[in-house]
């Protein structure tokens, strides 16, 4: 468990400290960006096209622009004589603001419609009339791989087919070598199907362009504000846009899980909007929209293998992996690896070789493939080898825990360098799995299932030991167009103690307003309830990249624990002044200096604080501030074992989840009830696709899951009780041992629960499921259909 | 997800709301609960040009027995359903039916009547309905007349109300001793209309033969189905768990569902057989006295 070092008044590390943002949110007084309302805004509604490929034989806004209360109708080409109707994708790709020529999936910008109210620009949407000829459409990824397929980038020089990339990791040779050698062999295609965030609210922006200053004002649903100015900046910077007059504001956000991070189409639309109209321009997308356009999570078809020895030994990975991009590539993960962090495959296992590539393919459907809590296709690679290694057990008939726990990297061999490259910073996989399954009585339900099972009741029990890798990112690895993933924290502690706290990266949910105060009450001994954090407005906050990726408490976090030690040495340097002694005789407890073997001889941190402004040495500034940019040297790899009991209804296939053990290493914690919540959150966004959730197309390119109809979010009556405990194994780099926990829930929990199905479903030969597990097709699985 | 632009009318009598109806015609529609139409308007699926909102009507509010009937008021929302106190003692098929339409926010608002007159094979109350074997009272221009419910649904979103009626009642005939009923719903999640759903009644005679049954189907055909022929073969019969068996058979045969997106037309007709087998078994041991 992670030490108290400070009272439950100042409230440091591993204080469960009550949000400070709730009392707003309770009483309705939060601020997103439909609550900003500007003189004379006026709305803007977007066409979206029915086809998934078509070309765009005209667009005629008379209609619309004759309609009451429509101000202007906005194409391709309003934006082309501005030469803003392409935009650059964050993986250097690009994409159409809005299309001059030819649209190149279902809902995809064709114009926008800007008008005096909401109803006005609605009825303007059905009022613009764009006649379409239809193209071949290109769904099927494998398809679009195939010779003669049409090749949908004709916009991209030198584009001859629909691949957008080839990645690959790890020793080809000496992996079929060991496959080749090794007594047993699996292997198993798993797909993962395209999901969507679906946060509570969806995007949007108020855009608003004082022509006379230059300056742009932009309230935004940004999980990334100073990165997108910045773009903004270098895109548009020929219309006159500069850099200190674009101001973003990301206020109030109501969840981004990877879904914020993109610049849509619709931002940048809105932004010509309010500069071609000079009115502030609101736009904030409808559910369908959000759901239908926006970028999505996974997609990936898997061709996984596994070597090993007859005793159970794992010996070596191999995975081919079709990623369906859709139209372009606009992944939102800042590696240099165009398949993220897939090479966290190997797991917690020491491979002695492995081997796996990625293909990334266009296809007519919308761009993405990152967002939904997955830092970086970990919930991908996690998926392919929690499922491997069953399906190993299975073979060997092993129990599937002892498998596990015969193969885990030991504690004593971190740190770890995995043979696909990843330096694992510290981990003890035995000891959560053990926790796991005495928390959950491992050895009782196995003999409850095999007495079910002569009565012929279906139950499974799953595991699932992943490990997780956050943090982007060290800046030789990671950027998002040039600019390094470093993150930042700048620190003022006024006079009378109290503190004012800037981060660079932005919370949809995550409570940093809460827990970055937490970090300086822990080094600065100062109550939490006395620092304000600020973050989201690029004019205020320091430089940072933004909040994905659970990567804000391992590198902001990281950034606040240095500010705040940079000025505990200030503080050091005032307090030796201040009890006339030397730096050396000082000691220091959490809030105050004291002359060592003298606890009475002391200062405190607010008596510093305010010589810092009274009274200073002298030839020492005056003031108590640091500003820290933390580039980290690795990443973290929390950890974890989940165990899931599942029972089946063999009449209608229907699964339902009994019991759920979580036990989770994020190593040093700083709220331990807003860990709790993240936990919580993410097995609830584990368990949607594994059972639930899917948006899928069908040959047209005709979108299913494109309303909450079709999309289906569990609610609080299909969550089970999640049951959680933790183990803590500090990350040895990181300034306060923290490790990063917003995903790992989301990554481990999905093969633990098709684990558990399969494993229910296993005397009848079952030995793999898709998610997700819906009744049908666990209803086929127990008949054999 | 925002609507065209209509013309709303409150009337506060039924005259009133029937003549409006009659000089409105085709392009009017009537409001009760708004959660079937205003969602479907604010996809412009629907595009009225004129709402008349029949929730200031009074006396339409009601549950009630008199006469040999239970007689429940079109504008009796579902959550009154789901609380009250007779609906949950002498008919819970009704109980069962209510309280998984939807989730509370829908219920507080959604009424049974515009559940009925909406036309939807996949709401619930339709084949609850058909097993009880209700009749609908329904107001015109003319006065009231009443209907069948195996009259009432015709096809998909249509039944036999006229453009200018109003639903106003839904009739039940109490049903005799020794009977019991039950509504099963298996659905993808909370909230979400059913993969299939079916209803189920029953009475049984002294010697625990079955006089009377009634079964109707949700969501697997162009209205409620019911299942004829799985009655027929339990009347006259214990109620074996091999006549159910049967009966689960003959209702799967019955049903007409097309393949969607809650699963195929193969795995609908299975689920239809299960839940018809375990909505009997209900129906039956609430017929016997049990819960
Ligand atoms: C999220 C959600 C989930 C739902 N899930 C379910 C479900 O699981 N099961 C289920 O059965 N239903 C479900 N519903 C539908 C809900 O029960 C509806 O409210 C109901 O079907 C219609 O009742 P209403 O009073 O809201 O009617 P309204 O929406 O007001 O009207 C529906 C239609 O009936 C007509 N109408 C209404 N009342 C009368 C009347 N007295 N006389 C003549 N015509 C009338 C209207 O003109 C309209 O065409 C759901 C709705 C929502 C929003």
């Known amino acids: ?785 | 997800m925002i609507p065209g632009t209509f013309e709303y009318h409150k009337p506060s009598t039924l005259d009133e709301a029937v003549a409006l109806l009659a000089s409105l015609g085709d392009d009017a529609k009537v409001l009760s609960g708004g959660q079937s139409l205003i969602p479907m308007m604010k996809f412009r699926l629907a595009e009225p040009a004129n709402l008349v909102d029949i929730n200031g009507l009074e006396g339409l509010d009601y549950i009630r027995e008199a006469d040999g009937y239970l007689t429940i008021g079109a504008l009796t929302r579902e959550a009154e359903l789901d609380r009250s106190d007779l609906i949950k003692s002498k008919y819970p098929i009704i109980h069962d039916t209510a309280h998984v339409i939807a989730d509370p926010q829908v219920r507080n608002l959604a009424t049974i009547g515009g559940n009925l007159a909406h036309g939807d094979p996949a709401n619930d109350h339709p084949a609850t309905m058909v097993a009880l074997g209700a009749e609908v009272v329904v107001f015109g221009p003319n006065g009231s007349r009443t209907i069948g419910i195996d009259d009432f649904f015709l096809g998909p979103l249509a039944t036999a109300l006229k453009a200018n009626e109003i639903l106003t009642e839904i009739r039940i005939p109490v049903p005799p001793a020794n009977s019991g009923g039950a509504y099963i719903k298996f659905e993808r999640k909370v909230g979400d209309f059913a993969i299939a759903a079916v209803a189920a009644t029953v009475t049984l005679d002294g010697s625990g033969k079955c006089v009377k049954a009634g079964i109707g189907l949700t969501n697997v055909g162009p209205t409620p189905v019911r299942a004829k022929a799985a009655e027929e073969a339990l009347i006259g019969n214990p109620l074996t768990d091999d006549n159910i068996a049967t009966a689960g058979r003959l209702a799967s045969e019955a049903s007409q569902p097309v393949g969607d997106q809650r699963g195929s037309e193969e795995y609908k007709r299975a689920v239809v057989e299960v839940l018809t087998k375990r909505a009997l078994h209900k129906a039956k041991a609430r017929a016997e006295g049990g819960k």
């Open chain 1, 1 to 785: 468990m992670t030490e108290l070092k400070t009272s439950a008044e100042i409230g440091g590390m591993g204080h469960s400290v009550k949000r400070k943002e709730d009392p707003r949110f309770i009483r309705g007084r939060g601020n997103y960006v439909d609550d900003v309302v500007r003189p004379g805004m006026l709305y803007m509604a977007i066409v979206r096209s029915p086809y998934a490929h078509a070309k765009i034989l005209s667009i005629n806004s008379e209609k619309a622009l004759a309609h009451p209360g429509v101000a202007a109708v906005i194409t391709g080409e309003t934006l082309k004589e501005y030469n803003l109707h392409w935009m650059p994708t964050l993986m250097s790709d690009t994409q159409m603001v809005l299309p001059i020529d030819k649209v190149m999936y279902q809902a995809q910008e064709v114009a926008a419609v800007i008008a005096t109210s909401r109803y006005a620009a609605a009825d303007g949407v059905e009022l613009v009339e764009v006649e379409y000829e239809p193209l071949e459409v290109v769904i099927d990824p494998f398809k679009a791989l195939e010779p003669g397929a049409p090749v949908l980038r004709t916009d991209k020089e030198g584009q001859k087919d629909n691949r957008i990339f080839h990645w690959e990791a790890g020793d080809k040779a000496a992996t079929d070598k060991a496959f080749k050698d090794a007594d047993v062999t699996i292997s198993q295609d798993i797909y993962i199907p395209r999901i969507h965030v679906a946060s509570i609210e969806t995007c949007g922006i108020v855009a608003e362009f004082d022509s006379v200053e230059g300056q742009l004002t932009l309230w935004m649903t940004s999980q990334a504000p100073h990165a997108h100015r910045t773009v903004f900046a270098m895109v548009a910077g020929h219309v006159g846009l500069s850099e200190e007059k674009i101001r973003i504001i990301s206020p109030d956000i109501g969840g981004g899980f990877g879904g914020k991070v993109p610049i849509y189409p619709g931002y940048v639309i809105a932004i010509a909007a309010t500069v071609v109209t000079g009115s502030p321009i609101k736009w904030v997308e409808h559910r369908r929209e959000n759901l239908q356009a926006d970028s999505f999570g996974r997609d990936y078809h898997m061709h996984a293998e596994l070597a090993a020895d007859k005793d159970g030994t794992m010996k070596a990975l191999r995975i081919k992996t079709i990623a369906d991009h859709g139209y372009t590539d606009a992944a939102t993960q800042p590696s240099k690896w165009p398949a993220g962090l897939f090479a966290i495959a190997t797991g917690s296992y020491p491979f002695e070789a492995a081997f796996c590539e990625v293909d990334g393919v266009y296809t007519n459907k919308p761009p993405g493939g990152i967002a939904y809590r997955c830092s970086f296709r970990v919930t991908e690679a996690v998926h392919a080898i929690e499922r491997l290694v069953d399906i190993l057990a299975d073979d060997l008939g092993m129990d599937p825990a002892e498998l596990r726990m015969k193969n885990f990297i030991p504690p004593e061999a971190f740190p770890y360098k995995s043979v696909l490259g990843l330096e694992y910073d510290s981990g003890n996989y035995a000891g959560a799995l053990k926790l796991a399954m005495e928390k959950i009585g491992y050895q009782d339900l196995l003999k409850e299932q095999k007495e079910k099972r002569e009565r012929g009741e279906l139950m499974g029990i799953g595991i699932s030991s992943f490990t997780e890798v956050v943090g982007a990112g060290p800046s030789k690895d990671f950027d998002i167009l040039g600019l390094k993933m470093f993150d930042s924290a700048e620190i003022r502690i006024h006079p009378t103690g109290k503190v004012l706290v800037r981060i660079g990266v932005q919370s949809q949910g995550q409570g940093h307003e809460t827990t970055f105060g937490q970090i300086v009450a822990e080094e600065l001994g100062i109550p939490v309830s006395d620092i304000k954090v600020e973050h989201g407005d690029t004019d205020t906050a320091p430089y940072g990249l933004g909040t994905y990726a659970s990567r804000s408490t391992p590198v902001a976090g990281a950034a606040t624990a240095m500010a705040s030690r940079k000025i505990r040495d200030k503080a050091k340097k005032i307090a030796a002044y201040l009890l006339e002694v030397s730096e050396d005789d000082l000691d220091w407890e959490p809030g105050k200096f004291f002359v060592k073997g003298v606890p009475d001889k002391a200062k405190t941190i607010q008596e510093i604080a305010f010589a810092a402004y009274t009274n200073h040495p002298q030839g020492m500034e005056a003031g108590l501030e640091a500003v820290s940019y933390y580039d980290p040297p690795n990443m973290t790899f929390p950890f974890g074992s989940y165990i899931c009991v599942v029972d089946i209804d063999s009449g209608t296939g229907q699964v339902k989840i009994r019991r759920f053990m979580a036990v989770d290493d994020c190593g040093n914690i700083i709220n331990p009830m807003i860990v709790e919540g993240q936990i919580h959150g993410g097995l609830t966004m584990g368990m949607a696709p594994a059972l639930m959730e899917e948006i899928s197309y069908d040959e047209e390119g005709n979108i299913y899951g494109g309303s909450f109809m079709e999309y289906l979010m569990p609610t609080a009556m299909e969550t089970p009780n999640w049951e959680t405990a933790k183990t803590c194994t500090p990350s040895p780099h990181h300034p306060i041992g923290a490790k990063g926990v917003g995903e790992s829930a989301t990554v481990g929990a999905p093969p633990a629960i098709v684990n558990a199905v399969v494993d229910a479903l296993s005397h009848l030969g079952v030995r793999h499921l898709e998610i997700p597990l819906t009744p049908e097709k666990v209803w086929r699985a127990i008949n054999g259909l």
